[in-house]
């Protein structure tokens, strides 16, 4: 049934859109103290060394350097991460990848910074590093930590798949390659730390979690939370990349040192070298059917390179494992993941996190699957596609909002139509093919449930302040939390002020991630919106002699029946000045069990279908995408603008995994510009680009909507993959598919017979 | 060390007198000298294009231009583009389209566009994303930016 809403569903124009085109939103770089320094970063040449001394005399006495600091100048604790603390802010003993952080220098400007640096003489002892996540697992490998080389490993175990194997009619299998991928926010990191009369400091930053920024920061400088506060500025982009608050440690340590307002700056250079990307995966999977195409068991191992620091690993790799069924029912299941530490750069949260990687393998041999039975790709989906009686990989019935079929129907109908398309002749020289992939996505962190919390004041002229503590990093949360609050309380959205970017206002509702904010905070921000409102019909009722629910809140006024009484009137009237309440949102969880990885992990899931046609140059092995469908569930859109905007990223970023981007480690990272680590650009948009939103209202949502924004991504290797795989008639198993891939495995192809898989 | 040299500049239609570093880049001189601070910084090697102005009315990448070998120039930047608060088309059409989401790819790539309509108001698709393709975008994947670029050009040619 459709809702007319006043203001969810329309495409509002973003709230801080015209400040951006203007040019006057302000970015951390923007910011500017009066007596700032200016940080560098000294950083390890080396993927694992020990060091044996640092010598900083002669940057202490360059000219314009205000400070030199090293590891044992750390007022507080030197070790952080998101998950376990396991990454030193400066390292004392060992570094473990080229780009660890050495040592600190804050000067008068950045280029006495920057040849200060060069002054600083570490003493290495060089070793051997481990780069190979496989070689890293072996028994005896150097540690890269103690403790051994396996960061994480986590299992999902259901049925019993030897058995299911030995008697299904057809098993698939293979080794799939996922790359590790750059996030490459546009902004490069940045941050300003500036002590504050009384002993404490506040952070400017950008970042997806100023909370998070604010615990490190303390715990470096040994302060409580309560004397640190951190205020996000806007934030050029994250994608889950701004989830490590390494810079904002960096500039609080010389700001506290120097007692002056300190700034960080990455170079693109830095921030490609150092910064944490999304985890390669090495995937071995095996997936078996009965003839009519019963999906009956998987079986897989995962490997994810995570680097020399766990970051978010532990939770990406869990994520995929417990998506290892995709969108389908498998009865039995035994697949293994391992975040796996190295010497190579570290490797954490990124959009998808985890569930493209799997996602990429399970529709390459679903599709393999189809080929060896010879049923049609969609149908073998359809028929073993999850509905509101079968479990998912961890035995969760979702309950409602799976449009799955639906979307897969559709996507059969184009299908239809991208094939009749290769009916024409193509271009001499090229070849053209179809691809579907789809994925689903539990939404909300995987290892423990996402609580949020927002504040509503309800003002005496009907204008209202949310806070919120989950932050708008160009996605368009904060007009969502607007939006939300702006329909409970009967006003137009310009009368919201949003909150979020500032840990003294708004509640931690942890990260900006896991394509929660609209589900989790915009629920609480609903829940906080309606009890504000419910509290002052309350009081109006009384006045009115009325029930609450004859009453209406409008424009500031409660009205009932003709009359109205002004908020104004009524908190005159009573003790009030505005009116606030605080909700909180806890989706309905049940963690996982270790052993077995059963439980129920998501208050909602979202489900993704894709269909790609694609053109392969046989003499180059260059890709193009010729049309491109995009089948996105949302339960309910809050805004279409903003809908179409994540699919639209969404789907290019993972064009840009699925065809050009692959993040290069030999020692250290190679592509040090975006010179050589190439992302998609307006050339590379297919020529057409399509998006299908699916409605199916998620109960436990706000006006039924639930998340999507990773989903948008999650299905676009493995779509794409697959429709090359039409169209050269070879399996691919290595992303990205740059040209000389493509082009290596065409020569395979007009050496050895067509049905050689590779 | 260096040793600064005077030139002049005229800022979105005022001159400006500033004594500059020979290794000073027009990007460093707007953003931290002259506090026009809309101009971003993404990559400072000319493979981004957040930092796109208009020197003598062409889009180029201000960091890759030094202040000394643009003296006498014009200059045009984002701030530049809105007069006493009305949006130029190019901004609204950006704002109307949901071309605008972490916002920092967004001054370049307008001044990117506004160069592209400024020489051929009736751009093709292909002529679209060939102005464009220096300017990355990791949020939108330009399908709402193109589309931006398509409506402002509609207006300023003088439909609706």
Known sequence: ?758 | MNEPGAIRLTINGRAVDISVSPNETLLEILRYRLGLAGTKMGCDTGECGACTVLLEGKAVNACLVLGVEVNGASVTTIEGLSSAGHLHPLQQAFIDHGAVQCGFCTPGMIMSAKSLLDESPNPTEEDTRLALAGNLCRCTGYVSIMKAVAAAGKVIRGGK
């Open chain 1, 1 to 758: 049934m459709a809702l007319d809403y006043k203001i969810i569903g329309k495409p509002i124009p973003r709230l801080d859109g015209r400040s951006k085109v203007m040019g006057e939103a302000r970015y951390g770089d923007d910011l500017s103290l009066p007596g700032m320094l200016y940080v560098k970063v000294v950083r390890s040449p080396h993927p694992n060394a020990r060091i044996r001394s640092i010598n900083t005399s002669r940057a202490r006495g360059y000219p314009g350097v205000a400070s030199v600091l090293t590891a044992h100048d750390i007022p507080g604790k030197n070790l952080m991460g998101p998950i376990i603390k396991d990454q030193p802010v400066l390292c004392g003993e060992v570094v473990r990848y080229v780009g660890d952080a050495v040592a600190l220098v804050g000067a008068e400007t950045e280029q006495a910074a920057e040849e200060a640096l060069e002054l600083i003489k570490v003493d290495y002892e060089i070793l051997a590093p481990v780069l190979d996540p496989l070689k890293a697992m072996e028994p005896g490998a150097p540690g890269i930590h103690s403790g051994g080389n396996i960061g994480t490993h986590f299992k999902v175990r259901r049925g019993d798949v030897e058995a299911a194997l030995r008697e299904t009619a057809v098993v698939v299998e293979n080794r799939f390659f996922y790359p590790r991928v750059e996030h490459a926010y546009m902004e490069p990191e940045v941050a300003v730390v500036a002590p504050e009369p009384g002993g404490g400091f506040t952070v400017w930053s950008s970042t997806q979690y100023p909370h998070l920024d604010r615990e490190e920061v303390s715990r470096a400088l040994g302060l409580p939370q309560s004397r640190v506060r951190v205020q996000q500025m806007m934030t050029g982009g994250g994608f889950g990349g701004k989830l490590n608050p390494h810079a904002q440690c960096c500039a609080a340590l010389i700001s506290w040192k120097t007692g002056r307002p300190a700034k960080i700056r990455y170079t693109r250079e830095e921030s490609l070298i150092a910064s944490y990307k999304h985890h390669p995966y090495v995937i071995d999977m095996k997936l078996g059917a009965n003839r009519q195409g019963k999906l009956l068991a998987v079986e897989a191992t995962l490997v994810g390179n995570t680097g020399a620091y766990l970051m978010q690993g532990r939770a990406v790799i869990t994520k995929s494992v417990t998506h290892v069924s995709g969108p389908y029912y498998i009865p039995n299941i035994k697949a293994d993941a391992y975040a796996v530490y190295t010497n190579c750069v570290p490797c954490g949260a990124m959009r998808g996190y985890g569930v493209p990687q799997v996602t990429f393998a399970l529709e390459s041999l679903i599709d393999e699957l189809a080929g060896r039975l010879s049923l049609d790709p969609v149908e073998l989906r359809i028929s073993n596609a999850l509905d509101t009686t079968l479990p998912n990989a961890t035995g969760q019935v979702i309950q409602a909002s799976i449009p799955i079929k639906e979307m897969l129907g559709r996507a059969k109908l184009k299908v239809q139509s991208f094939k009749s398309l290769l009916q024409e002749a193509p271009p001499k020289g090229k070849l053209r093919g179809v691809g579907v992939g789809c994925s689903t996505r539990g939404i909300g962190s995987i290892r423990k449930a996402s609580r949020s919390t927002a504040v509503v004041s309800l003002h005496a002229d009907g204008s209202a302040t949310v806070a919120c503590g989950h932050v708008d990093l160009g996605q368009g949360s904060n007009t969502m939390m607007a939006q939300v609050a702006a329909e409970e309380l009967g006003v137009d959205v310009d009368r919201i002020e949003v909150v979020t970017n500032d840990t003294a206002i708004a509640p931690d509702c942890e990260s900006t991630s896991a394509s929660r904010v609209t589900y989790v905070s915009g629920n609480a921000v609903r829940l906080a919106a309606a009890k504000t409102r419910q509290r002052v019909l309350e009081i109006a009722g009384q006045d009115l002699g009325c029930a609450p629910e004859d009453l209406r809140l409008m424009n500031g006024s409660v009205v009932y029946r003709e009359q109205g009484v002004s908020l104004a009137e009524l908190f005159s009237k009573h003790t009030f000045h505005n009116m606030t309440s605080v909700a909180e949102f806890l989706p309905d969880t049940v963690p996982l069990d270790p052993e077995t990885g059963q439980g129920r992990p998501a208050g909602t899931f979202n489900f993704n279908v894709h269909v790609a046609l694609v053109e392969v140059d046989e003499g180059t092995g260059q890709v193009r995408i010729l049309r491109y469908v995009a089948l996105t569930d949302v339960g309910r859109m809050i805004n279409p603008l903003a809908v179409e905007g994540q699919v639209y990223g969404g789907m290019m970023m993972g064009l840009g995994s699925a065809l050009m981007e692959e993040v290069n480690v030999e020692n250290g990272v190679t592509n040090t510009s975006f010179a050589t680590y190439l992302i998609p650009t307006t050339f590379d948009v297919p020529q057409e680009l399509l998006i299908d939103v699916i409605e199916d209202p998620e109960p436990t949502g706000p006006f039924g909507a639930k998340g999507f924004s990773e989903g948008t991504l999650d299905p676009v290797g493995g779509t794409i993959a697959n429709a090359v795989s039409n169209a050269i008639g070879i399996r691919v198993t290595r992303l990205p598919m740059t040209s000389e891939r493509i082009h290596e495995l065409l020569l395979q192809r007009s050496i050895s017979s067509p049905s050689k898989r590779g």
